[in-house]
């Protein structure tokens, strides 16, 4: 053996025994089966620069993740490679220190050793080694000296980076790319090698792009860009001459937009916060529970992301970049509220990402000219970006209707420049117990929306001592706008908009992308624990019920969602239906009542009011099931036909109200076929040729199927009484927004008489959403003096809905509708709108 080939080993050994003691690797995916690596084919890793401490590093990761180890010797046929990886570039000697793309001497013995062995296969595996991840950041002494951005560093600077970075080292093997498929695509060695090389270098582009991101500029020379953008130049001038103030104060104002807008990111402040969260979580909750990771590592490789989350609490902020950052991605700019931008609070979000916007900015013109040009600004660049498309936290736990504002500029700034493709990844954030579920059961009851501040930050310090069981995260499908636009506007490629041309079409891309996204959200849902244990006990009058009746109901949920799954994304956090009770029980969400004739379940009504909003977070799951099995509540028998029409009447409704999948026609009978086939294998329907009979009544099976159909019932009684209202009054008597307080209103006094006490019953923004879509179907229309009329086609409506309510309720219903009734309880209110 040569001495300097022992030199070198020596060598070797030592360097990897000095990062042994100086880092801390984490390796992505944690679990190397993801990879799905053929274990009868040699492995060779890949990485991009020359580097002895990345290849030592890459060889402890290989050796703990139970790979092939990287510095292993390799054979093939007449071929043979000292270690098992090989660079694509070295650091050039120049004066601006580029890199220097190689031809990797050992990848041309690969590609021989395949022409020699047309048999042999070679599974190259590349591997991005990230010190640090922090992005490239101008006038950044931090950067200058320790962060590993996209020029490479000298020996000195990599000696710096291991000893402060090397405990945030991060490691991403990707998918093995076959060298056999490339090489049988020409006889040419050295054209199959530049080949490879060139798609191994892209993959590492994009790669080093989805995790650390693209350049940053220094917040003052981004505010610099954006002022002296043409559209902010040119609101400047208009607000001069509306105005007549100096072109030096309208700039003035115009550059303060900018830097109240504006993030700060920092990688100083997302570590720290990664840290604070990573205790917080461990804190407030059991865990993070992940579904569909892949939907998003996919599509960060080459498109720009867009995170569309839904918004149930203040916590979403902070969880999903958390959640991203911990997964290899560089974490999203988030557009937050201003209403956030509290001192220090204010300063820390915008030094993780966050840019703040005001909830309106219509009159303004010189703001939303700023602001569209901000955003338009991070998007060119290629940052990844999260916005909440509902506008605002849902109080009733519910997705909320879009509000597309944020949507437009987006797809706006998309066809002002569309260099990088763009996907919208629609996000499912799911808690068991919210920390604000207090304060929204209140704002529900009409309680005055408090105004965040430092002082009631630090009140809520008190949550800390509290227990939020856990947290479920689910990545839905994404959304490539571009496949979007090609389904939606032909030739949009040739459109250009001005800054304030919205024409037609663009309104209903925009609307049809958020109803997208939205419907894309409630398709990733997970029904955890605590969403099908408040399912089964809310639709009980007195919520409670026999432990065995509440095992069987699970059960029943459970068989449903794996038998006619609602979605391909949709999951199920738990299958077994004593540990979903046990687990109840033990954080509190329960109360066993011990009976000699049976254990009972129940829990308080505090409780049980916070349990409804974790219930409808996933509440859509089991609409479609739910309305089928509430046609046999007064119907015991139904042909297929007649039941497949009445869904198709009612399903429009619902649709719009929970953001159901399906569409009307061939997929949504397939739907309902679906579902009835596993109401008959669990013995909750009977077929009779094309009739359908409901189990018989006083069973178990019969009881089961009432307790599913109560899942859509407040829903039809809302409807029910909503219609019975406008039929009750006759047309021309009410505008839209009076039939929704006269709603509102007797809708809550429906819940105090007869315990229908779940808060988002006689929520108002619901029913406001249910008259537009009586609007939009042309079953209620406005007469020239903006009155609400109506035709028989309504009146049929309102028949078909008492007929499956139950008397009882119907009566109700009928008695509180009452107009002399109504009319003289709103004169008695001084304060009446109706």
């Known amino acids: 053996m040569s001495p300097w080939l022992g030199l070198d080993r020596l060598l070797f050994l030592l360097i990897r025994a000095f990062m042994r003691l100086c880092t801390r690797a984490t390796a992505l995916p944690a679990d190397p089966e993801e990879l799905q690596l053929d274990p009868n084919k040699p492995v060779v890793y890949v990485m991009r620069d020359r580097s002895v401490a990345d290849a030592a590093v890459v060889h402890q990761a290989t050796r703990k993740q139970k790979l092939s180890a990287a510095n292993s010797s390799l054979s093939l046929g007449k071929q043979h490679l000292r270690r098992s990886y090989f660079y694509l570039y070295k650091r050039g000697v120049t004066g601006t220190r580029q890199r220097d793309a190689l031809v990797p001497p050992r990848l041309r013995k690969l590609v021989r050793a395949l022409h020699d062995n047309p048999d042999l296969d070679v599974q190259l595996v590349p591997v991005s080694v990230f010190w640090g991840r922090q992005p490239e950041k101008e006038n950044s002494l931090w950067r200058i000296l320790f962060s590993d951005t996209w020029a490479p560093p000298g020996f000195i600077k990599k000696f710096l980076i291991i000893l402060t970075q090397g405990r945030d080292l991060y490691l991403q093997f990707s998918p093995p790319v076959s060298l056999r498929v490339l090489a049988d695509q020409s006889d040419d060695v050295d054209q199959v090698v530049r080949k490879t090389s060139r798609v191994l270098r892209v993959h590492f582009r994009r790669q080093q792009e989805a995790a650390i991101g693209p350049d940053l500029s220094h917040r003052r020379t981004l505010t610099n860009d954006i002022i002296q953008s043409p559209a902010v130049r040119q609101a400047i001038q208009e607000e001069i001459t509306s105005s007549e103030d100096k072109e030096e104060k309208v700039t003035a104002r115009a550059r303060g937009y900018a830097l109240e807008i504006a993030a700060d990111y920092s990688h100083t402040v997302i570590r720290a916060l990664e840290l604070f969260l990573n205790w917080l979580w461990n804190r407030l909750y059991d865990g993070i529970r992940l579904y569909n990771l892949d939907n998003l590592t996919q599509v960060a490789r080459d498109h720009e992301v867009i995170y569309v989350p839904c918004h149930r609490s203040h916590i979403d902020y902070l969880l999903l970049s958390f959640v991203v950052y911990r997964n290899g991605l560089v974490p999203p700019h988030i557009a937050a509220g201003i209403n956030l931008n509290l001192p220090v609070v204010g300063t820390i979000l915008r030094r993780g990402g966050a840019f703040f916007m005001r909830r309106s900015f219509r009159d303004n013109p010189l703001y939303a000219a700023v602001f569209y040009e901000y955003l338009h600004t991070i998007t060119a660049r290629g940052f990844s970006i999260e916005y909440f498309i509902e506008g605002g936290r849902s109080r009733s736990g519910r997705m909320l209707q879009p509000r597309t504002g ?254 159901l999948h399906w569409q009307e026609g061939d997929e949504l009978t397939n739907a309902v076929n679906r579902i009835i086939g596993m109401l008959e294998a669990q013995g909750l329907v009977e077929r009779d040729g094309d009739c359908l009979h409901g189990a018989p009544i006083h069973t178990v099976a019969s009881d089961m199927l009432a307790h599913l159909g109560q899942t859509v019932m407040p829903s039809l009684e809302r409807y029910y009484l909503t219609i019975r209202l406008l039929v009750q009054y006759g047309g021309g008597r009410l505008e839209a927004e009076q039939l929704a307080e006269l709603a509102s209103r007797t809708t809550q006094r429906l819940s105090l008489l007869y315990e229908f006490n779940s808060p988002e019953f006689f929520d108002k923004v619901v029913l406001r959403t249910f008259i537009q879509q009586l609007l939009d179907t042309g079953l209620v229309w406005k007469d020239e003096a903006g009155m609400l009329q109506f035709g028989d086609h309504l009146r049929a409506l309102d028949d078909e809905a008492r007929r499956i309510l139950s008397t009882d309720v119907s009566q109700a219903i009928q008695r509180v509708t009452r107009v002399p009734e109504l009319e003289r309880a709103l004169a008695e209110e001084p304060h009446s709108q109706t």
């Open 406 to 659: 944020m949507l437009a500029m987006t797809l706006r700034s998309f066809l002002r420049d569309a260099r990088k493709p763009i996907a919208f990844v629609p996000v499912y954030v799911g808690y068991e117990k919210v920390i604000e579920g207090g304060s929204y059961i209140g704002e529900l009851h009409g309680k005055k929306k408090k105004k965040e501040s430092i002082f009631g930050l630090l009140k809520s310090a008190k949550v800390l001592r509290s227990h939020f069981g856990q947290v479920h995260v689910n990545f839905g499908e994404p959304i490539k706008l571009v496949d979007f636009l090609d389904d939606h506007r032909e030739g949009w490629r040739g459109e250009t908009l001005d800054a304030q041309e919205s024409p037609d079409w663009f309104k209903q891309t925009v609307n049809a992308l958020g109803q997208e996204v939205a419907t894309r959200i409630n398709a990733a849902a997970v029904a955890n624990p605590v969403n099908l244990i408040s399912l089964a006990l809310l639709a009980t009058p007195k919520h409670t019920m026999d432990l065995q009746q509440l095992r069987q109901q699970l059960q029943l949920y459970i068989t449903l969602l794996n038998e006619a799954p609602y979605s391909d994304t949709a999951c199920l956090a738990d299958t077994d239906a004593d540990a979903l009770i046990d687990y109840g029980l033990k954080h509190e969400f329960l109360l066993r009542v011990s009976h000699p004739l049976g254990d009972l379940v129940t829990t308080d009504p505090a409780t049980a009011l916070q349990m409804a909003y974790v219930r409808n977070n996933s509440l859509h799951l089991f609409v479609l099931p739910g309305l089928i099995c509430s046609l046999f509540f007064n119907a015991r028998s139904l042909t297929q036909s007649t039941l497949q029409r009445m869904v198709a009447l009612l399903y429009p409704f619902f649709r719009n109200e929970y953001f």
